[in-house]
């Protein structure tokens, strides 16, 4: 039999989420606990995409921990190798490597009822914990559809989230496939070199101009010698986006101005009418992600590209055909065609109380209560779960949201005492289901016609947070324990009932 380390806590994954777990935990005093994480370094998103112009698209101030505020981010959009900095110094500075078990990738973590702790099986060797945090992102899992064809296909093919940089693309005949966040800060990277860039749109994106610029010096001097600053101007980032969510939550009519704007970003450098037609959507503007970028079309109106108004159906030989019918020969095929979010891999590798995985659990669609636990599945919280995602701002808010929950659930634990688990109640993870499925029927994400990584197989939105990030916050403060039954070992039971009777 293999040897099995035993912590209290497990963590999986090693990106904003896991890292940010990690610190949490140290803070209330737990420092048995590993964290598990399948690639070689920390990071996550911003270890894996590392494609040229990758960027965040909420600004860094924002987009940062709010217990490690940095003074020195460089752009007001900082990009994937100063982001990837930033939570490598987190790891150090936080005192979490001694804690990171590197190339550990969890293949199957079991319930075990009896015991009262999770199994796990890594790449690297067992485990098992009483509490397990799962932090293996929304967005880690690449996605490329099933083309015909395109194992033939003799040339480079990648995805934007493992991009090849052996692979040098000047002078290259290139496909881009997509349309969405990455694909737009791809799409004005690589234009110039690139002998032709062939872009497969199958829907357009609204795309809003970014307001990128370096943070001078003088900025950067302040926010170090008056850190309130750096709070004040994160602050004023946040509260701005507070505000905006009403109209994508509540009133998305209001949201034809926003829609304005965005076509006008658009007039300013696409000035063929044929073509602006193309790239204007016909949704409301915010139902998918609103893009942001004042370089995408000024690349699109450039000789050497062209928008093939359509998905990419077929390759043959080193031939693109799109599903208009329109072809071009390529050396290589770039995919930024998203990720697995709706059906995160992960949830197969969980087993649960009753033998069944998460994902046959979640067959019907994610579900999980306050985006954490799911019932029958004690002792497991996900951070960054189903309905936890946001259209228009920082994820790091909600992420510490979620880790308020951790550090109560902990509390809790505690407080209770003894070998004990907490279980979700199937009708407190329905009853929060069905207030968030409530709540969404009126946002734009689901009104504003469009389909989008949003909603899963059935249509249903099991992604977006439908609220302000302080309604979430609230809402994840502390674990009410009437939505969980508390699970005792049996062996404990029975010593519980013999103390009653001894008394
Ligand atoms: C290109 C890109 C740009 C983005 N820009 C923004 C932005 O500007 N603003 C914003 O709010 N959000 C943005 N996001 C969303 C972003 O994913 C989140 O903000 C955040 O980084 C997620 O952190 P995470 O820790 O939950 O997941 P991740 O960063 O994805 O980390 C998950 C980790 O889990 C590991 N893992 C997965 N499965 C296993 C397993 N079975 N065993 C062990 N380890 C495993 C992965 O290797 C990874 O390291 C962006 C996403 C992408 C892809």
Redesign the pocket.
């Known amino acids: 039999m293999t040897e099995r380390e035993h912590v209290r806590v497990a963590v999986?994954?090693?990106?904003?989420?896991?890292?940010?777990a990690a610190v949490r935990l140290r803070r209330e005093g737990v420092t048995d606990f590993v964290v598990?994480?399948?690639?070689d370094s920390?990071?996550?998103?911003?270890?894996?995409?590392s494609?040229p112009g990758?960027?965040?698209?909420?600004p860094s101030h924002l987009?940062s921990f709010s217990f490690a505020p940095n003074p020195d981010w460089p752009r007001t959009?900082s990009g994937?190798e100063h982001i990837r900095g930033y939570l490598e110094h987190v790891t150090d500075v936080f005192r979490l490597r001694p804690h990171l078990r590197f190339n550990?990738?969890?293949?199957m973590m079991t319930w075990d009822a009896e015991r009262l702790r999770w199994d796990i099986e890594?790449?690297s060797g067992s485990y098992s914990a009483d509490l397990v945090v799962s932090?293996?992102?929304?967005?880690?899992?690449p996605k490329i559809p099933d083309i015909p064809g395109l194992d033939s296909f003799p040339g480079k093919v990648f995805h934007?989230?493992r991009w090849d940089h052996d692979y040098d693309l000047r002078g290259k005949r290139v496909a881009m496939v997509g349309t969405g966040?990455?694909a737009i800060?791809i799409v004005p990277s690589i234009q110039p070199e690139v002998e032709r860039l062939t872009l497969f749109q199958r829907t357009p994106p609204w795309v809003m101009p970014r307001v990128d610029r370096a943070i001078s010096g003088a900025e950067r001097a302040l926010h170090r010698a008056l850190p309130f600053t750096t709070q004040a101007r994160r602050g004023l980032l946040w509260g701005l986006r507070e505000l905006q969510v009403q109209a994508f939550t509540k009133r998305p009519n209001e949201l034809g101005m926003v829609e304005q704007l965005a076509k006008r970003n658009m007039a300013r450098s696409i000035k063929d009418p044929a073509l602006r037609a193309r790239l204007t959507p016909d949704y409301r503007i915010g139902c998918k992600r609103i893009l942001l970028s004042s370089a995408y079309y000024p690349a699109l109106a450039q000789p050497n590209v062209d928008v093939v108004t359509s998905g990419l159906s077929e390759v043959r030989g080193s031939t693109v055909v799109g599903a208009d019918g329109s072809t071009a020969e390529v050396d290589a095929i770039v995919f930024g065609t998203g990720?697995h979010v709706t059906d995160m891999?992960?949830a197969d590798?969980v087993v649960g109380a009753d033998g069944r995985t998460l994902a046959e659990a979640w067959q019907g669609g994610m579900q999980a209560l306050r985006g954490a636990s799911a019932a029958g599945f004690p002792n497991w919280m996900t951070?960054?779960g189903p309905n936890t995602g946001?259209g228009n701002?920082?994820?790091?808010l909600m992420?510490e949201s979620q880790l308020n929950y951790l550090a109560d659930y902990v509390r809790q634990l505690d407080v209770l005492g003894g070998r004990v688990a907490l279980d979700a109640r199937p009708a407190a993870v329905d009853a929060w289901n069905r207030r968030v499925q409530e709540r969404m029927k009126r946002t734009v994400w689901n009104t504003g016609g469009c389909t989008s990584w949003y909603l899963d197989a059935n249509g249903r939105n099991t992604t977006i947070w439908p609220g302000t990030t302080t309604e979430f916050r609230t809402a994840t403060r502390r674990v009410n324990l009437a939505e969980y039954e508390v699970v005792r070992a049996p062996a404990e039971k029975k010593t519980e009932k013999s103390e009653v009777v001894d008394a």
């Open positions: 999986i994954g090693s990106g904003f989420g896991g890292l940010g598990l994480e399948r690639a920390v990071g996550g998103t911003w270890r894996d995409n494609y990758c960027a965040c698209d909420v987009y959009f994937q550990s990738e969890v293949k890594t790449s932090a293996t992102g929304p967005l880690s899992d934007s989230a966040a990455s800060q990720f891999p992960i590798r951070i960054i946001l701002s920082s994820m790091i992420i």
